[in-house]
C-alpha cells in the first residue's frame, strides 16, 4: 500500500482507538447483568440452581461500584509512579480473573466477588483512558479520539445485548474472557507510553513516540510545551490538600465530578441494568431482547455520529443540547408507563418506550456520554489528573449505585413513569450546571485549558468597583 494513502498521524489514531478498546471491556461489564439477570430470575441455565431474589438481583448490579472505587484510587497513583501503559495492564487483570471466576461460579458469594473485581477494572479505565487520550491526541483530533471512547462503550453494551441472551451462561462468560485477553495482548504490541509521562524520565525516548505518534520529524515545539507544562506543576505532589488550596483546580474538580455524576443520575446505568426488565413490561411491541438490540445498536450508530458533532461544536452547547434531549424524552418514557399505570389504553403509543430511549440515546451520546469523558480528561492540569479522575469516577459510581438501588425502591412506591421523571428532572439540572459551570475547551491545549480556568477563577475573586 502506497504511503500516501494513510495520513501522515495514523498511529496516533491506531494507538488512542486500540488503548479504548478497555471502554468496550467497561461497557461489556456495565451491561452483563441485563441478559444474566433474566437467566438469574428462572430455572433455565441457571448456575445457581436457583431463582434469585430481587435483593440479590441489586446486589449483583452494583457490588462492583466497591471495585470501582478501589480501580479509581489504584490507578492515579499508579499511572504517576508506574506510567499509563504499565497501568493499563494492571488494571485489565482483575476483569479477566472476574469473568473466569463468572463462568464457573456455582455461588451467589462467587458472583458477587468476580463482579466487585471486575469493577476494580471498569474504574481504572474510566479514570486512566480518558487521561491517556487528553495526552497522547493533539488539540485537532483529542475531540474526535475522546468522543470515541462513548463509542466504544456502546459497542460493549450491545455486544453484551447481543451474545448474553442467545448463548449460555457460561459460553457467554468464557467469550468475555477471551475479549479480556485479547485486550492485554494489544496493550504489549501496539499502546505506546504517554509522552507527558516519558518527558520527566526519558526526554529522547518521550521526543520519539512523540514524532511517531504526530508523523512529524519535527516535534520540538510541541514537546518544548509539554515539558513546560510538566515543569510548570513539577513541584506539586499531586495531592488532595492541593486541591483543596487551589482555587483553580477547585473549579477543575466541580466541572469533574458534576458532569460524571450528571451522567448517571440521567439514569443510563439504570437503563442498562434494567432494560431487559424493563422492556418486559410494555405491551404490544417488540420482544424484550429484541427491543433492547435495536436500543443497543442505535447506541452504536449515535456513538459513531458523535465524534462529528464533538469535531464541529464546542463542548459547552453539545453538553446543553444533550441534556435538555435527555430531559425531554425521560419525560415521554414515563409518560407511557403512567398512563399504565392508571389503567389508560396504551395499546396504540406500545412504541413509546423504545422511540423515547432511542432518542435519549441519540441525546446522551452526543454530550453526556462522549462530551464527558473528553472535558474530564482535558480539565485538570497533570499533578493532579489522576486524584481528579478518581474522585470524580468514585462520586459517579456512587450515583449510579444509589440510583440502582432508589430504582427497585421508586419502581415499587411510584411506579416506573413517575420514577423516570425524577430522573428527567436531573437532565434538566445538568443542562443550567453545563450552561453556568462548565468551560469550553474545544481545540485547546491542555496548558491553555488551565490558563483559561484561572482567568476565570481571578475574574471571579476580582472586586466589585461601587
Known amino acids: 500500500m502506497p504511503e500516501t494513502l494513510l495520513p ?140 470515541a471512547l462513548n463509542l466504544f462503550l456502546n459497542v460493549g453494551l450491545l455486544f453484551s445485548f447481543c451474545l448474553g441472551p442467545y448463548t449460555t451462561y457460561k459460553m457467554f462468560n468464557l467469550a468475555l474472557t477471551f475479549c479480556a485477553l485479547l485486550y492485554t495482548i494489544l496493550i504489549l504490541l501496539i499502546i505506546p507510553e504517554s509522552p507527558y509521562y516519558l518527558v520527566e524520565k526519558d526526554v529522547d525516548r518521550a521526543e520519539k513516540i512523540l514524532k511517531r505518534l504526530r508523523g512529524q520529524d519535527d516535534v520540538k515545539q510541541e514537546l518544548k ?22 482555587k483553580t483546580i477547585r473549579k477543575s474538580l466541580i466541572i469533574g465530578i458534576g458532569l460524571s455524576c450528571f451522567q448517571q443520575s440521567t439514569g443510563i446505568s439504570v437503563i442498562m441494568g434494567f432494560g431487559q426488565m424493563i422492556f418486559e413490561e410494555v405491551d404490544g411491541f417488540l420482544s424484550s431482547d429484541l427491543s433492547l438490540i435495536v436500543l443497543g445498536f442505535s447506541q452504536v450508530l449515535f456513538g459513531i455520529v458523535a465524534p462529528i458533532f464533538t469535531n464541529r461544536f464546542g463542548r459547552k452547547s453539545l453538553l446543553i443540547s444533550s441534556y435538555s434531549g435527555i430531559a425531554i424524552s425521560l419525560i415521554c418514557f414515563g409518560v407511557y408507563f403512567i398512563m399504565k399505570q ?80 425524577i430522573l428527567g428532572c436531573f437532565g434538566i439540572i445538568a443542562s443550567i450546571f453545563s450552561a453556568f459551570c462548565v468551560v469550553e475547551t474545544k481545540g485547546k491545549t491542555l496548558k491553555e485549558i488551565q490558563e483559561i480556568l484561572d482567568k476565570a477563577e481571578r475574574r471571579n475573586i476580582q472586586p466589585i468597583e461601587l
Not at 510545551?225 to 490538600?241: C, M, P, R, V, W
Not at 479522575?389 to 416506573?416: P, Q
Open 8 to 147: 501522515k498521524n495514523y498511529y496516533v489514531f491506531v494507538a488512542v482507538l486500540t488503548a479504548q478498546f478497555g471502554i468496550f471491556l467497561s461497557g461489556v461489564y456495565y451491561s452483563w447483568s441485563s441478559p444474566v439477570l433474566v437467566k438469574l430470575a428462572s430455572l433455565d441455565d441457571n448456575p445457581l440452581g436457583r431463582i434469585i431474589t430481587p435483593s440479590e438481583q441489586v446486589w449483583i448490579l452494583t457490588i462492583g461500584v466497591f471495585g470501582m472505587w478501589m480501580g479509581a484510587c489504584l490507578t492515579g497513583d499508579l499511572s504517576r509512579r508506574i506510567g499509563r501503559r504499565p497501568t493499563l495492564i494492571t488494571m485489565t487483570l482483575p476483569l479477566l480473573v472476574s469473568f473466569v471466576m463468572l463462568a464457573f461460579a456455582k455461588h451467589i458469594w462467587l458472583m458477587y466477588l468476580a463482579r466487585a473485581l471486575g469493577g476494580i477494572t471498569n474504574g481504572g479505565m474510566f479514570t486512566l483512558l480518558p487521561i491517556y487520550s487528553g495526552e497522547v491526541a493533539d488539540p485537532k483530533n483529542r475531540g474526535i479520539l475522546g468522543a
Open 225 to 246: 510545551q509539554i515539558q513546560q507544562y510538566t515543569e510548570l506543576e513539577a513541584g506539586d505532589k499531586g495531592t488532595f490538600s492541593e486541591i483543596i488550596k487551589s
Open 342 to 421: 392508571l389503567d389508560v389504553s396504551v395499546y396504540g403509543i406500545s412504541w413509546l418506550p423504545l422511540t423515547s430511549l432511542i432518542v435519549y440515546m441519540f441525546a446522551f451520546g452526543i454530550g453526556a456520554g462522549a462530551v464527558t469523558f473528553i472535558v474530564v480528561g482535558e480539565i485538570f492540569p497533570s499533578s493532579v489528573k489522576g486524584i481528579g479522575t478518581s474522585v470524580a469516577n468514585i462520586l459517579a459510581s456512587i450515583t449510579g449505585m444509589v440510583l440502582a438501588n432508589g430504582y427497585t425502591i421508586f419502581k415499587e412506591s411510584i411506579g416506573i413513569g413517575f420514577t423516570f421523571w
